[in-house]
Protein backbone atom coordinates (compact mmCIF):
# COMPACT_ATOMS: atom_id res chain seq x y z
CA UNK A 1 0.00 0.00 0.00
CA UNK A 2 1.11 3.56 -1.06
CA UNK A 3 1.12 6.23 1.48
CA UNK A 4 2.54 9.55 1.82
CA UNK A 5 3.25 10.69 5.19
CA UNK A 6 3.60 14.83 5.95
CA UNK A 7 5.06 16.00 8.94
CA UNK A 8 6.30 19.16 9.94
CA UNK A 9 3.27 21.04 10.24
CA UNK A 10 2.49 23.67 13.56
CA UNK A 11 1.23 26.37 15.31
CA UNK A 12 3.31 29.80 14.68
CA UNK A 13 3.54 33.24 14.62
CA UNK A 14 3.91 35.43 11.53
CA UNK A 15 6.77 35.85 10.00
CA UNK A 16 8.40 32.21 11.73
CA UNK A 17 9.53 29.52 9.49
CA UNK A 18 8.52 26.05 9.04
CA UNK A 19 10.06 22.88 6.67
CA UNK A 20 7.46 19.77 5.88
CA UNK A 21 8.17 16.88 4.70
CA UNK A 22 6.81 14.29 3.39
CA UNK A 23 8.15 10.69 2.99
CA UNK A 24 6.34 8.11 1.05
CA UNK A 25 6.12 4.55 1.79
CA UNK A 26 5.47 1.49 -0.03
CA UNK A 27 7.40 2.26 -3.24
CA UNK A 28 9.73 5.34 -4.76
CA UNK A 29 8.49 8.38 -6.42
CA UNK A 30 11.73 9.26 -7.43
CA UNK A 31 10.97 9.18 -11.30
CA UNK A 32 7.88 11.33 -10.37
CA UNK A 33 7.03 14.59 -10.09
CA UNK A 34 5.85 15.60 -6.49
CA UNK A 35 3.87 18.76 -5.35
CA UNK A 36 2.45 20.66 -2.12
CA UNK A 37 -1.02 21.97 -2.37
CA UNK A 38 -3.17 23.33 0.83
CA UNK A 39 -6.67 23.79 1.37
CA UNK A 40 -7.57 26.58 3.76
CA UNK A 41 -11.70 25.95 5.81
CA UNK A 42 -14.18 26.57 3.30
CA UNK A 43 -11.61 26.76 0.25
CA UNK A 44 -10.67 24.84 -2.63
CA UNK A 45 -7.11 22.46 -2.97
CA UNK A 46 -4.77 24.66 -4.23
CA UNK A 47 -1.07 24.23 -5.39
CA UNK A 48 1.75 25.63 -3.11
CA UNK A 49 4.32 24.36 -5.08
CA UNK A 50 5.81 21.35 -7.45
CA UNK A 51 9.21 19.95 -8.05
CA UNK A 52 10.36 17.77 -10.99
CA UNK A 53 11.79 14.37 -10.87
CA UNK A 54 14.98 15.36 -10.73
CA UNK A 55 14.91 18.36 -8.81
CA UNK A 56 15.96 20.51 -11.99
CA UNK A 57 12.24 22.41 -12.33
CA UNK A 58 9.98 23.91 -9.99
CA UNK A 59 7.05 25.68 -9.99
CA UNK A 60 5.71 27.78 -7.21
CA UNK A 61 1.83 29.87 -6.75
CA UNK A 62 2.62 33.44 -7.06
CA UNK A 63 1.30 33.68 -3.32
CA UNK A 64 4.04 32.21 -2.30
CA UNK A 65 6.90 32.80 -4.01
CA UNK A 66 10.57 34.07 -2.91
CA UNK A 67 9.00 33.05 0.74
CA UNK A 68 8.83 28.93 -0.03
CA UNK A 69 11.24 26.49 -1.37
CA UNK A 70 10.25 22.87 -2.80
CA UNK A 71 12.99 20.72 -2.74
CA UNK A 72 13.74 17.08 -3.23
CA UNK A 73 16.03 14.24 -2.05
CA UNK A 74 15.48 11.22 -4.33
CA UNK A 75 18.34 9.06 -1.68
CA UNK A 76 16.06 9.65 0.70
CA UNK A 77 12.72 9.32 -0.88
CA UNK A 78 11.33 12.54 0.52
CA UNK A 79 10.43 16.14 -0.40
CA UNK A 80 10.06 19.05 1.37
CA UNK A 81 9.21 22.71 1.92
CA UNK A 82 10.79 25.27 3.60
CA UNK A 83 8.41 28.12 4.31
CA UNK A 84 9.58 31.15 5.93
CA UNK A 85 8.41 34.21 6.61
CA UNK A 86 4.57 32.87 7.16
CA UNK A 87 1.88 35.03 6.97
CA UNK A 88 -2.07 34.43 8.78
CA UNK A 89 -3.48 33.43 5.03
CA UNK A 90 -0.91 30.75 4.60
CA UNK A 91 -2.95 28.95 7.23
CA UNK A 92 -4.23 25.47 5.85
CA UNK A 93 -3.72 21.91 5.43
CA UNK A 94 -0.85 21.39 3.64
CA UNK A 95 -0.77 18.02 1.40
CA UNK A 96 1.64 16.26 -0.39
CA UNK A 97 1.35 14.50 -3.93
CA UNK A 98 3.18 12.26 -6.21
CA UNK A 99 1.78 12.53 -9.64
CA UNK A 100 0.37 9.85 -12.09
CA UNK A 101 2.16 6.96 -13.54
CA UNK A 102 1.56 8.34 -16.98
CA UNK A 103 4.20 11.30 -16.03
CA UNK A 104 6.85 8.88 -15.00
CA UNK A 105 10.57 10.55 -16.24
CA UNK A 106 8.76 13.67 -17.51
CA UNK A 107 9.97 16.86 -17.46
CA UNK A 108 6.40 18.21 -17.53
CA UNK A 109 5.73 21.17 -14.71
CA UNK A 110 2.60 19.79 -12.92
CA UNK A 111 0.48 22.21 -11.29
CA UNK A 112 -2.87 21.24 -11.34
CA UNK A 113 -4.66 18.63 -8.68
CA UNK A 114 -5.46 16.40 -11.48
CA UNK A 115 -2.35 15.34 -12.30
CA UNK A 116 -1.85 13.77 -9.03
CA UNK A 117 -2.58 10.15 -8.03
CA UNK A 118 -1.05 9.82 -4.55
CA UNK A 119 -1.82 12.08 -2.00
CA UNK A 120 -1.26 11.96 2.08
CA UNK A 121 -3.52 13.02 4.98
CA UNK A 122 -2.33 16.35 5.08
CA UNK A 123 -0.41 18.29 7.95
CA UNK A 124 -2.37 21.50 9.73
CA UNK A 125 -0.11 24.74 9.32
CA UNK A 126 -1.89 27.95 11.39
CA UNK A 127 0.00 31.08 11.25
CA UNK A 128 -1.33 33.53 13.88
CA UNK A 129 -0.51 37.45 13.47
Known amino acids: QVQLVESGGGLVQAGDSLRLSCAPS????????MGWFRQAPGKERVVVAT????????YYADSVKGRFTISRDNAKNTVYLQMNNLRPEDTAVYYC??????????????????????WGQGTQVTVSS
Open 97 to 118: AAAAARYVGSYAILPLARDYDY
Open 51 to 58: VGWSGGST
Open 26 to 33: GRTFSRSA
